[in-house]
């Protein structure tokens, strides 16, 4: 299955990553989820305090971040339990 504007990134120490832009958001200038292997994005994130590179990759292709109060986990794992609450409803805009 091919999603109109994924592709396929080389990450500086990081393995291949899929970026896939975010539905729904400006088309002209899109942020992207960023999708790897579970162990690539967690040495990914512990990079991210303190390597410039790290932090210019993501910056540069525009990765979206979530927050834990609002990421809800695809599986109730205990590893993602010690992560952080999780926040399972919806807040509404300010609108």
């Known amino acids: 299955m091919l999603v109109l504007g ?3 990134v080389e990450s500086p120490d990081f393995g291949d990553v899929v970026l896939l832009p975010v539905p729904g958001l400006d088309a002209d200038n899109p942020t992207y989820w960023m999708i790897s292997r579970y162990t690539d994005q967690t040495k ?3 990079a991210l305090r303190t390597d410039e590179a790290a932090q210019q990759f993501v910056a540069r292709h525009r ?3 979530g927050f834990r109060k609002t990421d809800v986990p695809p599986i109730d794992l205990d590893r993602q339990k010690r992560y952080g609450e999780t926040e399972t409803t919806r807040r509404r805009s300010i609108a």
Do not use: C, I, N
């Open 63 to 65: 990765v979206r971040f």
């Open 6 to 8: 994924a592709r396929v």
């Open 44 to 46: 990914l994130a512990t």
